[in-house]
């Protein structure tokens, strides 16, 4: 499901207005198709975003698939994991820390880990509610935001993929910091989820983040 294709439109030419720079990777790149996740659960959600951490995306890819056969249901809750042992989780592939994590997070979802609610919280107060999780840090808290909940205005200022694409659109020397990142981003509000976007399609065709 994607968002109101007014809105995106609205997006583009914000950003196609407030940054010649930007202006050139919204032509090249086209109409804005970013995405937003509507099946399974917040739960669910989170837990492939852990899978994801640090390997490639057809190694997670398989690793989920194996998870989620391992489940009763099509998307895992937190009482699977909880009843799932830790060397039925290992057999589909996790890593003994992601191990950990999803059971730290599957504990805090049943614990009362406002899931259900985050829909309702600031942008910020849902980061620093997602980060209270083992395993789960501003990154992915981010891409959670933008990807689950629809929010227009995160910019994952930490991402390798996005410092690249700026490196390479703005022609610097050498990969900007985060902070260069955030203040280059300024200018992008309230659209800079969409500025994220176009971003990471500049240097992935493959259109990882759809």
């Known amino acids: 499901m994607g968002h109101d294709p007014r809105e995106l439109n609205r997006a583009r030419a914000h950003l196609t207005r407030v940054d010649p720079v930007m202006a050139e ?85 049943m614990d009362g880990l406002a899931l259900g609610r985050m829909s309702r919280l600031g942008d910020e107060e849902a980061v620093k509610t997602l980060t209270t999780v083992k395993g789960i840090g501003r990154w992915t808290a981010e891409i959670f935001l933008m990807f689950r909940l629809g929010r227009l205005d995160i910019l994952p200022a930490d991402d390798y993929g996005i410092q690249k694409a700026i490196e390479r659109a703005y022609r610097m020397p050498s990969l900007p910091k985060p902070d260069r990142v955030r203040r280059l981003g300024e200018a992008w509000r309230p659209y800079r989820s969409v500025a994220s976007w176009y971003l990471w399609r500049s240097i992935d065709g493959a259109a990882a983040f759809e």
């Open 25 to 109: 990777v919204v032509k090249a790149v086209g109409p804005c198709l970013m995405k937003v996740e509507r099946g399974g659960t917040a739960f669910s959600s989170l837990a492939e975003a852990i899978l994801y951490q640090q390997i490639t995306g057809k190694a997670a890819a398989t690793i989920h698939r194996r998870l989620k056969a391992l489940c009763p249901r099509s998307h895992p809750r937190p009482e699977d994991i909880l009843k799932a042992s830790d060397e039925d989780l290992r057999a589909v592939g996790l890593s003994r820390q992601k191990v950990r994590y999803l059971k730290d997070l599957a504990e805090k979802a």
